[in-house]
């Protein structure tokens, strides 16, 4: 390898792309790498038992002693939820804003890590790291404070990586996109831009989070009884809204579900919610209070099966209830996947005689979005008008409707790279190749395991889903190859055994004949054809009486 | 029982309320019961390995020789798809419209049903069944031809149901709806009105079909390359406004999709769809064409990973491909739980670089309704002026809204009925009462099994999805106690052999221990007790060490 070959500047994505979630982004100028976010995503039906999917960062643990930092650019978990995984494998120092820290620590608490070192950034911060990296920080907008999109100097120049942001030019709690810092950095020359995608199919500006509460305002004084509201956690913003409007209407609040109250209570720590003294109440004591006197700040605006909501609405909830003529609000739209459950749990809401508000369905006002519409990924476009462009974070057709609003504004169409995870973008000189690939993926976490869990596991837990399993156990002697025992049939997820005892009589039987037959035929000894064919027969006779295939297990036991 | 309870009459639903899909309604006077639709539902993810969901007909079989008729609405799956499922269990003979016998025959063909005795509706029909009812039909709109709503005049009052209905009132097929007939019902006399919810939620007017036939012929005519139509295969009118797409300009049809294929065949021969001769090619003439001269209308408009169109986006369909500049359209919305995966098709349509146009995301009239929204639905309501309402085809929220507009248009509040499946509404002279209850549910199809898979089978699937299984095999001599063979461990689905030899081995000892420390205690002779501790000490410690649960199924051999 030559020197220009080994001083070339690197971009590829481990996570993020050709998805939505588990956002991970990886830039590596010779001996120096930084990596920008480590979220997760939850899996999908396709992944039975799977508990949550973090980035393959096998690369990452190849070349440990070139990786400087892991930059956080917010804390939502598509952008920190894989940080426990990774630092088990890798001690690598971690960057972000003061809230995102906060929830970083928070996270690694509940895993019980230590011993990693944090570095908090402002947004006036300017950090070098290793020999070729400097980095610097603008604010950008969300639907979580604190969020930054990130400038790094490199020698071949500077690569831009937004972050998630919308334009919020009038939000909530006045953290003002820094638009003048964005358009020096833009005039100063922007080598490469990697913005994000997730709206890039939605025409226009997402409106501002201001609008939402005016509408929670707005319900709070028109509402005669209890309120429930229900939202994102971290979208904290939006929760100092619930706060205001409570303390307007005079309600106490009660805050129910881990996650609201993990949230809140760092907020509060951190300085980024303000709650009156004395306006938090348990529920014991909002049981006691006029129902008009309170609100519920909860958890399950996705119609989580185990949040809080959800359990209110199937009255399963401890100490606290919905009843009729009290209001719940959803300020929220359903996440891709989740459709049904927020239905269902809508349903059960309605029952109880709730006056329902959501932000989905007809348009009231009670969500907007925490990413910019096509306007502002324009606008971002505009500001930062680089010579390269990277759309990251969607899927393959956000991705390519960002690509062409890229072409929109100008940005040469060959100089617009759609990438996939692992495909890495190699810049040098005035040269750039995308021909290379690393290593990229899912790794699975199941419980304790990590990765642990591949496509056999995984092909079983299906097979095992559609149709259960029979098991099928025979004891045979050594010597006389006798049958000493058995067949004895066990079935689990296939049919109920009571109402099938003449099918696994057949089973039994069709076993028996099997061996005799195998033993008549001299291959008595070879117990895999022994299982085979046990396996082959009993699995034709089942289909052809059920059209059913369980999973069909022989156990030989020789004694 | 006296006799005016005798001659009361009484309506309920076997499936189609708090629901969407399985429609089945039952109207009871004295000894005769004629039941309205016998639809089919998907199952959902909590029923893993099932077919399909039918409506449980306890009631019916208890009651057959008072079955007069099963009378059908319409041709949709949600309600026909039960038909073969509840014939193969009662024979009684069903009445519709000659498309919707059409595609009913079509169905018990495939399962081979026969002795079916059929009578085909005419909008002109009158029709007397048993001793209590006179039937007849109104002309209705809907996203499939010959669609009807039943007037069942019976001692105590006419009975409405509409069936599923928007008011198209440019229908493209010249079916206009019976507006006048419906106003003559209304002006006679409605006791009660059981009209569809599927849109209650959603305000305005639908859309005219004649919508989506413009925008087809407008995307037709600005193709440049081979098109891929993919829509719903049983909405006949839309399929007929694409062949007039493609005959205007000029290009052959290939049809792709076995339920494409079966309903154009079957509507065709039924005279409801006209194609020129010589204009439906296969897939090897279309290959010979040149591409602007082709068009494909396909299946999988849901992003079904098995119908035509997701292999033709995955590039794994026969003979037939989508290149680059091809034009795709989606004349179709995904229906609530397939989001993801017909965003997964449209990610690999993108990818192959075709133009894809497709009726959700941002507006572009490739798809309308088939179901009228609450403008529609009042327009009904006060048409059909009825005394009583019961809302159906819908779930609770739905039912909800449809009330309130029933009360906005003039309904009695106290007249409204929203009942569950089974819930009995019992009119008798001016009395009405709703507190019986007959047997409803789903009845759950699992291969050629009806009904014969219970809570503890799907409870087993589950369980076995999420862990999988461990099987631990213990020969022990009858005699001495002795452990003759084992044990032996098999796992599937739980964790992959090869890497966890150590925890298997654990498992190995841990089990041993179980049965010595039980002989000890002087307990081996109880068979069920060692089970138990060996299923008890090893979940144990499988969830120490790994946070999982996998169903641990200990089996005692004694030779």
Redesign the interface.
């Known amino acids: 390898m030559n020197n220009i070959e080994l001083n070339k500047l690197s971009i590829f994505a481990l996570g993020g792309v050709?998805e939505i979630g588990k956002n991970m982004y990886v830039i590596q100028y010779a001996d120096d790498i930084i990596v920008i976010d480590c979220g997760s995503k939850f899996p999908?039906?396709s992944l039975?038992?799977i508990d949550l999917i973090v980035p393959d960062i096998s690369y990452l643990i190849e070349n440990q002693e070139k990786v400087r930092a892991l930059v956080i650019t917010h804390g939502h978990e598509d952008h920190i939820g894989g940080i426990p995984y990774i630092l088990k494998q890798l001690n690598i120092p971690v960057y972000g804003t003061r809230l995102t820290l906060g929830l970083v620590k928070g996270k690694l608490k509940e895993h019980r890590l230590k011993g990693t070192v944090f570095h908090e950034i402002k947004t006036d911060s300017f950090i070098e790291l290793g020999r070729s990296f400097q980095l610097s920080f603008f604010r950008t907008n969300h639907s979580i404070p604190d969020c930054v999109g990130i400038a790094l100097q490199t020698p071949e120049g500077t690569v831009v990586h937004t972050g998630d942001f919308k334009f919020d030019l009038s939000p909530s709690n006045k953290q003002f996109p820094d638009i003048h810092r964005m358009a020096k950095i833009g005039e100063a020359g922007v080598l490469v831009l990697l913005s994000e995608s997730t709206n890039a199919?939605?025409?226009g500006f997402t409106p501002s989070e201001r609008l939402v509460g005016e509408k929670i305002t707005d319900a709070f004084q028109k509402a005669t009884n209890k309120i429930f509201l229900s939202t994102f956690a971290s979208n904290i913003n939006r929760l100092q809204q619930v706060v205001d409007a409570a303390i307007l209407t005079n309600r106490k609040l009660l805050l129910l579900g881990r996650s609201m109250i993990n949230v809140v209570t760092i907020a509060q720590e951190l300085g980024y919610i303000h709650i009156p003294d004395g306006m938090l109440v348990e529920s014991k004591e909002a049981n006691q209070l006029p129902r008009e006197k309170v609100a519920v700040l909860c958890t399950g605006s996705q119609g989580e099966p185990m949040a809080a909501l959800s359990r209110l609405a199937s009255s399963t909830y401890p100490h606290t209830e919905i009843s009729s003529g009290d209001t719940v609000i959803l300020a929220s739209s359903p996440i891709?996947?989740n459709?049904?459950n927020v239905?269902?749990m809508?349903?059960?809401l309605?029952?109880l005689g709730a006056h329902?508000i959501h932000g989905s369905?007809?348009a009231t006002g009670m969500h907007v979005s925490g990413h910019g519409s096509q306007e502002e990924l324009k606008l971002m476009l505009t500001l930062m008008k680089p010579t390269y462009f990277i759309p990251i974070h969607g899927?393959?057709?956000m991705l390519?409707q960002h690509r062409l609003l890229a072409e929109s504004v100008g940005v040469e169409k060959d100089n617009i790279y759609i990438m996939n995870n692992g495909d890495v973008l190699d810049l040098s000189g005035n040269h750039v190749q995308q021909t290379r690939k690393v290593t990229a993926g899912n790794t699975l976490v199941?419980?304790?395991?990590i990765g642990?869990?591949?496509n056999?596991?995984?092909r079983?837990?299906?097979?095992?889903?559609?149709?259960?399993?029979l098991?099928v156990?025979v004891?045979l002697s050594r010597l006389e190859g006798t049958i000493?025992?058995?067949p004895?049939i066990?079935s689990?997820?296939?049919?109920?055994v009571r109402?099938?005892e003449a099918l696994l009589g057949e089973v039994g039987r069709l076993v028996l004949k099997t061996i005799a037959d195998l033993q008549e035929s001299g291959n008595d000894g070879k117990w895999s054809i022994l299982k085979h064919r046990i396996k082959e027969s009993t699995s034709k006779l089942l289909y052809a009486?059920?059209?059913?295939r369980p999973?069909v297990?022989p156990?030989i036991?020789?004694?």
């Open positions: 050709y999908d039906e039975p038992g199919e939605r025409p891709p996947g459709e049904k239905a269902s809508l349903d059960h309605y029952m329902v369905g007809v899927e393959y057709r390519f199941d419980g304790l395991g642990d869990i591949g056999i596991v995984l079983d837990r299906k097979h095992l889903a559609e149709d259960g399993i098991v156990v004891t000493l025992s058995g004895d066990i689990r997820g296939f049919v109920y109402e099938s009486k059920t059209k059913r999973m297990l156990i036991i020789e004694v």
